[in-house]
């Protein structure tokens, strides 16, 4: 297995969140499957997919300022009415080549992640009537790409949502538009300060909300867009992605609910605090209570949030635990230090994601979130004011 280094740091640069130079890994000592492959979803329906290249022309690039538009590429995932003759692609193979050179990652093909098989197919028609489809949006990591939560919109999607995928341009490895163009990730080495990644949270809520206007205003930019119940949003987020949910749910009434998987949150709740429901997802290393900055950031958040709300730790994951990564860099034959495989870290991820959505958006009981199940023993229910998770 190809070892990777510990120096973790949550919004960390790189498929595998590690401070890695490339070349610094060596080929697995096993061979490894070259054709990864996603979970099947467990819902009932067939799961389509497209993509959507949006251009916000009220605003500038944050990140380049000579470009006077913000550009997103967003991916949708929904219910289909059947399953396609495509299957989609997981991501180019210059987008595979880029994020596995970024994490200094070598002895797997560079194409090796573009070759990831899917359960989504590439413009399947839409199945739902008219306002019937909750919507949820999904944030990446800092220099992840759209697709490292793949495997959780499909499941999402097979069981009756709309999700969109946001690619948050120059702060992602590799970008791919509808012309061809490459974008990578202009700001990734910048120095990073406290100002500097309220600015990025507060841009990707700008991203969300943009999005959220393109997709259930007036003149919608997906033809299935009728199906959304503007209604009924709610948003997950991994790392920065994760801390951004907070961000935008604050400046976006629109969001009812939201997630947050292992991102330090910067930007403290004002006073009037915040009384939508939410969970943090996080793994304890980082994020057991009392225990560093890091679990700080979510104590003080967790006391200004007066509504429903839940902090739960997955024991024995890393960083890129809570996307597709880990299973995937498992059947490259990657080691990630994860002590929980990335198929089951994978699952847990869905089941209390989907329970939360379900629970929230869609008012169905979820007795998966009350209490540590035995079928799940890996999440501890913490209680920040006692300091205890068990």
């Not at 999402?156 to 970008?175: N, Q």
């Not at 679990?295 to 996307?323: I, N």
Request: proline fraction near 8%; include cysteine.
């Amino acid at each position: 297995m190809i070892a990777l280094s510990k120096a973790i740091r949550p919004f960390a640069v790189g498929l595998l969140a590690v401070t890695a130079t490339a070349g610094l890994f060596s080929a697995p000592a096993a061979a490894a499957s070259t054709t990864p492959s996603l979970p099947r979803p467990t819902g009932t329906h067939p799961v389509g997919t497209t993509s959507l290249h949006l251009t916000d022309t009220s605003r500038p690039d944050p990140w380049v300022p000579t470009a006077e538009a913000r550009e997103l590429m967003v991916s949708l995932w929904y219910p289909a009415k059947a399953p396609g003759r495509e299957r989609a692609p997981y991501m180019t193979a210059k987008e595979s080549e880029l994020l596995l050179e970024d994490s200094g990652i070598t002895g797997v093909p560079a194409d090796a992640l573009s070759k990831t098989r899917t359960n989504a197919f590439t413009d399947a028609k839409p199945a739902g009537r008219r306002h019937g489809l909750p919507l949820v949006v999904l944030s990446p990591g800092f220099g992840k790409p759209r697709s490292e939560l793949t495997g959780l919109a499909e499941e999402l999607a097979s069981r009756g949502y709309v999700v969109a995928g946001i690619e948050h341009t120059y702060e992602s490895v590799a970008t791919t538009f509808p012309d061809g163009r490459v974008t990578t990730c202009v700001v990734c080495e910048i120095d990073k300060t406290p100002t500097w990644w309220e600015k990025l949270e507060k841009g990707r809520a700008a991203d969300v909300s943009f999005v959220l206007d393109e997709l259930t205003g007036s003149h919608p930019k997906w033809k299935g867009a009728r199906l959304i119940d503007p209604s009924r949003i709610a948003m997950a987020g991994q790392s920065v992605g994760g801390a951004s949910t907070i961000t935008t749910m604050l400046a976006d009434s629109r969001v009812r609910a939201g997630i947050d998987m292992d991102g330090t949150t910067d930007i403290p709740i004002p006073a009037g605090g915040l009384s939508r429901p939410f969970m943090f997802l996080g793994k304890p290393s980082t994020y057991t209570p009392g225990t560093g900055k890091e679990a700080a950031s979510w104590e003080r958040d967790w006391k200004s949030m007066t509504g429903w709300k839940r902090w739960l730790l997955m024991t024995g994951a890393v960083h890129v635990s809570f996307t597709d990564y880990g299973l995937l860099t498992d059947q490259l034959g990657v080691d990630d230090g994860a002590g929980l495989p990335g198929a089951r870290s994978l699952e847990i991820t869905r089941q209390y994601v989907r329970a939360f959505f379900d629970l929230h958006v869609r008012k169905q009981a979820q007795p998966l979130l009350d209490k540590p199940s035995a079928r799940y023993p890996e999440i501890k229910f913490c209680a920040p004011e006692k300091r205890t998770c068990a």
